[in-house]
């Protein structure tokens, strides 16, 4: 083992910094890198499940994102068509499986200051914003990256690096993992507003319209403060051309044809993006590990990407300080078979299941699908059941079930 215990990471998101303050908390030396000149506001990922609640309180952390935050204990499934509520799913049902049995809508730039802030008073961890990773090196004894910046380039040699670069990962790249999955073929439109649809319209803070032209997804946050703003989500034709998917006469159509009403809505932000299904063919390679959309991408119906990387984080820093502590180094190996197996068996699959029981077109397969919705919502233990997997619960007792013996 080397001498050198610097843990390096690229990448200054949540699933970067949650690495650096639990490995921090552990006593070893991190320095983190990104690209950026500061942590980034963006509007993205906010529905934060009681599986990744549950890491986020062990590191202290869940009574400030609930306070800047909302607290939502159930989600709902409407027909757009006929404009009646199919089913509505309440996690209370979980109270005697977790010590969260409700989401948290925190948004991500939310949990990145809160992360920043736990991380201030930490000496032996180093941010080092405007710092881009461009290349790197392993051997035996260690791993050392190429950085660049306004100034120029420098070398940083640690033990060991993490990937949590994004889905358009540096890091995953330069160690030549390749990421396999797909495109979708539409791409994500968001549309944010003001308008109240709880208090308007009697939607809950998670609701789901099911659709067989165009599904939507509708949910709130809590933004700076009341009243909050409202994110839809719809799926945009990549045929059309962006200038007319994003105009003002697109963008109030859409709306009105899903939320008729009197007023145009004040859109105050508005964002389309390509949507992915992908998995690196590894999180592991010699001293290069992968960690959030470094590692996994996915649709964001059910939101569960970054409660997938705030979960590798936890597991991952908790083997590798064990590994630089001494113990034996397939922990690590053991981390890669424990998140890529549930990435692929619960991430991939809920959330393109997600995707297909909103888009279904064929009648009396829709009238089926929603119709297996309700029962499952109206049976208790059906409900259990299902609000286990989708608060990612069973992901988590999975992948601690998993041993490099079994190999899967």
């Known amino acids: 083992m080397t001498s050198n215990k610097t843990i390096l990471i690229s990448g200054g998101g949540p699933v970067g910094l949650f690495c650096a303050l639990l490995l921090g908390r552990h006593g ?225 159509a859409r709306m009105q044809k899903f939320f008729p009403n009197k007023t145009p809505y004040n859109i105050v932000h508005r964002n389309l993006y390509a949507t992915h299904q992908r998995v690196a063919s590894t999180f592991r390679k010699g001293r290069v590990l992968l960690a959030g959309d470094s590692a996994h991408v996915n649709n964001s119906i059910g939101g569960m990407g970054l409660n997938g990387g705030l979960q590798d984080a936890a597991n991952l820093s908790e083997k590798l300080a064990q590994v630089i502590a001494g113990g034996p180094d397939d922990l690590l190996d053991l981390y890669s078979l424990q998140r890529r197996t549930v990435s692929i068996e619960f991430v991939q699959a809920q959330s393109i299941a997600n995707k297909k029981q909103l888009e279904t077109k064929e009648p009396v397969e829709r009238k089926k699908t929603l119709g297996d919705l309700a029962a499952t919502a109206s049976d208790p233990v059906k409900a259990r059941q299902y609000l286990l997997r989708s608060s990612m619960l069973s992901m988590q007792a999975r992948a601690a079930s998993i041993t490099l013996e079994q190999g899967s």
């Open 28 to 252: 070893l030396p991190v320095r983190l890198f990104d690209i950026n000149s500061g942590l980034q506001d963006d509007p993205r990922a906010a529905t934060t499940h009681p599986a990744t609640l549950e890491v986020l309180g062990q590191a202290g952390l869940v009574n400030e994102m609930a306070r800047v935050g909302l607290t939502a204990p159930i989600f709902q499934f409407w027909d757009r068509p006929t404009g009646e509520l199919v089913a509505t799913f309440d996690l209370t049902l979980l109270a005697n499986d977790t010590k969260y049995p409700y989401v948290i809508q925190c948004e991500q730039f939310k949990t990145a200051h809160i992360l920043m802030a736990a991380l201030k008073d930490m000496p032996n961890v180093e941010i080092m914003f405007g710092h881009e990773v461009v290349g790197l090196m392993q051997d035996d004894e260690g791993v050392s990256v190429n950085v660049r910046t306004k100034d120029g380039e420098a070398i940083h040699k640690g033990a060991y690096l993490i990937g949590a670069d994004g889905g358009r990962s540096a890091v995953r790249k330069q160690a030549e993992i390749a990421f396999e999955g797909f495109t979708w073929e539409e791409r994500f439109l968001v549309l944010t507003t003001p308008f109240d649809f709880n208090a308007e319209l009697g939607y809950c803070y998670r609701s789901y319209f099911a659709d067989p032209d165009e599904w939507c997804n509708c949910f709130k946050v809590s933004a700076d403060g009341p009243p909050g703003l409202w994110r839809t989500v719809f799926p945009a034709d990549s045929n059309v051309p962006v200038e007319q998917i994003m105009s003002d006469e697109s963008v109030h």
